[in-house]
């Protein structure tokens, strides 16, 4: 912890390092950090911004992401943050003269059980509010859609055709880039190792290079935003919780332009990924980690010993019911990483209780992707001391009261919220 009286000691441990000054300093160069950059920079093009990022950008959970972007959705609250992502998507390859590929395949929801009927029934209801297409189809059109899929059991099935996956590390870079070429400094392998604050207000941060001072400072550090947050004295409801997928060997079945797929009933989804299939599913008990004991570069922690083998024998009988073939075929690849998981499955946004200065972007829920549009829009509006054109009340940090992120209790709270989670 660093008070504003104490910086002038700091300035001279940086051995005459200069200090810097900067309108908005962004911690983090994952998705959010990055599409912060873009849209700062796009509606402020008289201010100075800094991101930071210790290591390359997108490197820890967005380059590991399935990148589904779900749009229609049961939390009303990420439908929006998520249209913005597309609507930004196609701006940027405008902008940039380049495409992303989004590969708009759609997503189909298979019913399996009258209780997934009848969500299946309020998701097609929510489509129609936010204007997005949505309708049933049969079993024979779906079988042909997705050859892999068994449909026998199935109910109902709604396909919602303009969603779409994407490579999330182009998205994140995408953003980088445009903010770069509007001015943006982006520093890679600077790490911010404290704040300095006066009070309660936030007035800039000590790196592992230099002090930067800054009239906002927004923590996107991903699952170690709490760390941060802490030198507040404020606790960042959320908690790193892993998830994982697999990724099948090449097959026939699994057609380039299938539609991605939601298995409510066996908390499982699914999408074509290089000619074979990505799934994952929903483990009984989610590995949960304290933001302390993830190492600063993901790749130095062991997600599983047996690269998910064991979680995939225990949990894969629920997904057999509709693949089969996931008996016959071999895995190629396993892929795990950590999101910021909250036990209410709502994001971690805005300003942070009893300080100035001082904005969070984390909490993704495994769903960063899809909302980094709207995410980077509200965050960077409220950095700029703008209204947030986006309706982030649902995100709010203190809507669980004083927590202590670092608890046991917290962390399996929040691990909990993702063994429920029935989407993708
Ligand atoms: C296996 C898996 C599958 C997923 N699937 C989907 C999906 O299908 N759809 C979807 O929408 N989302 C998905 N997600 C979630 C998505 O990846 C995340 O929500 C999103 O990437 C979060 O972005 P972020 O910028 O908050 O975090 P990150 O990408 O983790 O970035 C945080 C950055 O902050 C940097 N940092 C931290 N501390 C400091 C510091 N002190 N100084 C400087 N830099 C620092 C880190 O190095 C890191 O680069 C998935 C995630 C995983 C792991």
Redesign the pocket.
Known sequence: MMALDNYLKYRSLMKGRSVEKFDLVI?????????IAYYYTKNNPEKQVVL???????????????????MVRSKRAYIPLTIETFKVAKDMEVELGETLDFKEVGMMHVAASEAKVRDLAKLMEIAKEYNQEAYYLTKEEAQNKTPWLKVDEALKIGFVPNEA?CD?YML?TFFARCAKNRGAKIRLG????GLIHDGGTVKGVK?SEAVIMAETVVD??????P??AKEMGVGLPMAPV????WITERADIFPANSPMVLLPDAQA?ARPEGGGLLF?IREGKSLVASPKDVP???SDFVFSADEGMEDLFENGERLARFFPAIYDMGIKYY??????YTPDSQLVLGDVPGTKGFLV??G?????????GG?GLGIAEMASGRPNPLDFSAFEISRFGDIDPFSEEWLNKCASSRSNKVS?
Request: proline share 1%.
């Open positions: 911690i983090g160069g994952g998705i959010f950090g990055c599409a930071l990022e210790r290591n390359e950008l997108n490197n820890a959970a967005t380059s590991r992401a399935a990148a589904l972007m779900t996956y999330p994140g600077v790490e911010v190792i790196t996107a550090a991903g699952v170690w935003a760390l941060l892993r998830s994982q997928y989804y994952g600063r570069d993901i892929v795990a990483g950590f999101s910021g972007a984390s993704c829920c495994g769903a960063g992707i899809s909302v980094a995410v993708g």
